[in-house]
């Protein structure tokens, strides 16, 4: 086993005996003690995905940032965005390293330290320290507050509070077979979105969900939604009857409705089952061509009716990119955005950031004050071979 192994299972031990509020001081010492490392702290993303927050080490020497940093446009965001590790000059004849710290696509934050000297073997294993660094945080975070404190930099409703705790704690996952990522604004005053993922051994399953109604109503009516869809799911059901189960739960525990859509995905052959309740059809970008998927409209849950739901399919090729949207994504002020342009215009980004253009864009049109919640959920599918194709949207 070679040493820098030997290190880092010293650095997961160390964190597992620390509180769990003290990752990024284990990792901190871990640095300073193999390679002289100072000014070290951790930066993760707030809930707008604007900014960012500064956790630095304590006990250590005050960085020379502020807290609160503005995301884009700054170095950190060409880390985020590039996932490759940054080095300059520090100014006082040290280097400052940037490393992102991401756990299976999901950008979790960047690791910075000032180093006094690093050759190539040093900078690999402070990114080794930043991959071990994403897994305490992964860990650690399910018993601390401190990192949902620190990305509220913005006060957050309560609807929002009850919205964040239904969506996936990652909000991007990478595969062999696929590679995916979702995003909801505005993130600090919301009602009524959702979207869902979870991977089983052969089958990736997604929702895409829109709770009627405004502030806590459309939350507590998404809460009932969403837990009805997961015990579905868990129970073992497919997408027809996971829209069975939800439709169900809304009859009898509500007197709203949802539009959602359902996809079952087979990771060894890409065929799609999935049920459409009343939901804006998806776009998909086939050869560098956006278009609409046309799929059949059943009507919402929890629309007493006595058409039952009806399971489609849909074949996906390797390359092909597709867009999962909820109808904020296109009404009153963002009807003015051309998603199919957007969507084709960022065809090589990664998943990631291409949301991130989708909603930027969606942002600026209704002048950063949107009426409804809006949603968007990317998948970029690379066949059961686990190889992006050739002709596909984008390199990975």
Known sequence: MERADLELGHVLAAAEAAP???SVNVVAQDLQKRFGAAR????????IGQRLVRLAATGGEAPDHAGVIDLRGSVYDGVLQSQRQHVESDGQGGLRVITPVTNRGDCIGVLEATLQSADDTVLRQVRD?????AYIIVTDRRFTDLYH???????T????????QLLPSA???????????AGLIPADDIGGDTYDYTLDRDTLHLSVTDAMGHDTNSALLATLLVSALRRARRSGCDA????????????????GLATGQLFCVDLGTGLCELVNAGHPWPLRLRDGVVEEVRLAVNLPFGVAAPTPYRLQELQLRPGDRLILLTDGMQDRGAATVDLASVVHDTRAQHPREAVRSLTAAVLAACHGNLRDDATVLILDWHGSDGRPAEAGPGPR
């Open 20 to 22: 769990p509020g003290e």
């Open 40 to 47: 070290v702290s951790f930066l993760f993303a707030d809930l």
């Open 171 to 181: 909000s991007c996952c990478e595969a062999p077979q696929f590679t995916l990522a």
């Open 129 to 133: 320290a930043a991959h071990a660094l």
């Open 157 to 164: 409703s309560l609807a929002a509070e009850i919205q964040h």
């Open 240 to 255: 027809l009857k996971q829209a069975y189960h939800a439709h169900q739960a809304l009859l009898s525990h509500s007197r």
């Open 149 to 155: 404190l620190g990305r509220r930099t913005t006060e």
